[in-house]
């Protein structure tokens, strides 16, 4: 019932999140998709860890770990915002990635 | 309780975690007329480490629920030690970061490659990939940052997938730890619990191995990544990065996919005949010398894929000699790119090489000539024994498809050293030697020739992890 529901939900984020990364041209939004794949991972997580009651800690301290590497993927992506912004003057992502001269 | 024992385990990992944070420490000291000893602590803290790895090659056993130790395991430290040493004398004269990311990152590989639990796989993964997207982007130009953008953003997208692949094994097994799934799926078929699942899951997370190993529909990062990042990055990537999601993928294939070995072997062997086809042909068009080496590295995993697809011990063993042979070769031929120049990468530039640059268009010779697998070199005698290990299995149409593969790929290896010898210089090429690069040229000559004629050695030793 709801464990369907809210499994269903996490697989309809984890598809916006992938079309926006893939996408979007701003590379902030492209960070926002990003982080809504990996959250949306986290929902599926916890929503799982539910249907094993008490022995479902393992799947919760597992979000945690998740919530850090997504803390540190975003910081790692502002930094690279940051030089993008020094070089171009905008974070588009487009202005990047034709690496060809 | 079993502490004590699961540290002295891991004595290696534990001795190059040390050596990541104490070169921080060295790059802070130093200053800029010592500068070199930042390069030389990493080349210090690589070889102790590789020194714990060859001396603890046979204790086996599993550490902390996390890690499994086997002899297979540091065969593949052994590939990956290799290739990160290479790289730091690539890599001589950037900042001190880079040294301090190269050895996290060669940490985060071996601690992947023997993963066996969820936890432990993604920490170490996202510390490699961390570390490398650091590396590109210290080459702070437009190319490099571009190269950086890309490779982080699908980077992030790959882990995903395999963290939503890993959450929904864990809703069927309710762990996280591989041998414990392999006892479940032994005890129950698992398609007659929740077979939409199993299979989903295998997809996602082997989508995101499909591009860390950069296999086909996941491959079209590489040139360009390999294109603005610099030499030592890219080849750091197409080396350690390979060598370590191999050596996950053992892991991953055999104990949790263990008792249905149908599902992937044939995949894996379809999948690496199309890469190495792929690969090949896109790198027949291609004018810039380092795309040519990205592409190059696609159809050298198509080989390797196809190693593991028949999945015999002899032949992971000929996989694992390959692996070792390709970072010799692969990151020889970086190191010419190198000294040739970070920007004249363009095939245009190596035209009457051999008039300016003998020691270089020679050993661009040697290296290309040993990734088109000719004879006299250690490229020859790593695919022979691959495609042995294709034919033994009885796959003779697989053997001929690798075997015109190989062909294939000899028109591009060839063209540069076709230019380099038979074509008027075009450009004056400035080229540098510095003893760094002199050194990798030496360990790349030495170790090619050396496995070319002697090959027993190195193939008795990694055999002997099988069965010691």
Redesign the interface.
């Known amino acids: 019932m709801n464990t369907i529901f809210l499994l269903s939900l996490?697989v309809v984020l984890?598809a916006i999140?992938?079309f926006g990364?893939?996408f979007r041209k701003n590379?902030l939004v492209?960070l926002m998709s990003?982080e809504l794949?990996?959250n949306?991972?986290n929902l599926?997580?916890i929503t799982?860890?539910q249907?094993?009651g008490p022995?479902?800690v393992?799947?919760q301290?597992?979000v945690l770990?998740?919530l850090i590497?997504a803390a540190?993927?975003v910081s790692?992506?502002l930094?690279?915002a940051v030089?993008?912004a020094?070089?171009?003057d905008k974070v588009d992502?487009e202005e990047?990635?034709?690496?060809e001269e | 309780m079993n502490f004590v024992k699961d540290i002295y385990l891991i004595q290696p990992e534990l001795v190059l975690s040390i050596g990541v944070l104490v070169s921080l420490l060295v790059d802070i000291v130093s200053t800029k007329s010592t500068k070199f000893l930042v390069p030389i602590f990493s080349l210090i803290a690589l070889s102790i480490t590789a020194f714990f790895v060859l001396t603890n090659f046979y204790n086996e056993g599993e550490a902390f629920k996390m890690l499994s130790i086997t002899s297979l395991s540091r065969a593949f430290d052994i590939a990956i030690l290799l290739g990160a040493a290479i790289t730091t004398l690539l890599a001589w004269d950037r900042e001190g970061e880079h040294h301090f990311l190269v050895l996290s990152a060669t940490l985060g590989a071996m601690v992947l490659v023997k993963s066996i639990s969820f936890i432990s796989f993604i920490l170490s993964l996202e510390l490699f990939s961390f570390a490398v997207i650091g590396q590109i982007a210290l080459s702070k130009d437009l190319a490099g940052t571009g190269a950086a953008l890309k490779f982080f953003i699908l980077s992030v997208i790959a882990s995903s997938f395999i963290i939503l692949g890993a959450a929904l094994l864990y809703g069927i097994f309710g762990t996280f730890y591989f041998p414990k799934i392999f006892l479940e799926t032994s005890f129950k078929p698992i398609f007659q619990a929740k077979p939409l699942f199993f299979i989903i899951s295998f997809i996602l997370i082997f989508v995101g191995l499909a591009f860390k190993i950069s296999a086909v529909p996941f491959h079209f990062w590489t040139p360009d990544v390999f294109r603005g990042a610099h030499s030592s990055v890219a080849g750091f990537i197409a080396t350690v990065s390979k060598a370590s999601a191999f050596g996950f993928l053992v892991n991953f294939l055999y104990i949790i996919f263990g008792n249905v070995p149908y599902l992937w072997g044939e995949i894996l062997i379809w999948l690496g005949a199309i890469t190495m086809l792929v690969g090949n042909l896109a790198a027949l068009g291609e004018n810039d010398i380092k795309r040519m080496l990205g592409y190059s590295t696609i159809a050298h995993a198509g080989y390797i894929l196809v190693a593991f697809g028949i999945g015999t011990d002899t032949s992971i063993g000929a996989a694992i000699f390959y692996l070792i042979v390709y970072t010799l070769m692969t990151l020889g031929a970086f190191a010419v790119v190198n000294s040739i120049g970070e920007n004249n990468s363009s095939l245009e530039n190596y035209k009457g090489l051999s008039k300016n640059n003998g020691i270089q268009a020679f050993l661009l010779l040697i290296f290309m000539v040993s990734l088109a697998g000719i004879p006299p070199t250690a490229g020859f005698v790593g695919k022979f024994y691959l495609f042995s290990e294709v034919i033994k299995s009885g796959e003779y149409a697989l053997a001929i498809w690798a075997f015109l593969n190989g062909v294939i790929s000899a028109f591009y290896y060839i063209r540069p050293v076709f230019y380099a010898y038979g074509r008027e210089p075009k450009y004056e090429v400035k080229s540098a030697l510095n003893p760094a690069i002199m050194l990798a040229f030496i360990v790349g000559f030495v170790g090619i020739l050396y496995l070319g004629l002697a090959p027993s050695a190195l193939l008795d030793f990694i055999s002997s992890a099988f069965t010691h």
Do not use: C, H, Q, Y
């Not at chain 1, 990047?96 to 690496?99: H, L, Q, T």
């Open positions: 996490s984890f999140g992938g990364a893939i590379f492209v990003l794949m990996l949306s991972a599926a997580l799982l860890s249907t094993f022995m479902g393992e799947g301290f597992f770990l998740v590497i540190s993927e790692i992506g930094a690279l030089n993008m020094r070089l171009k992502v990047f990635s034709k690496v």
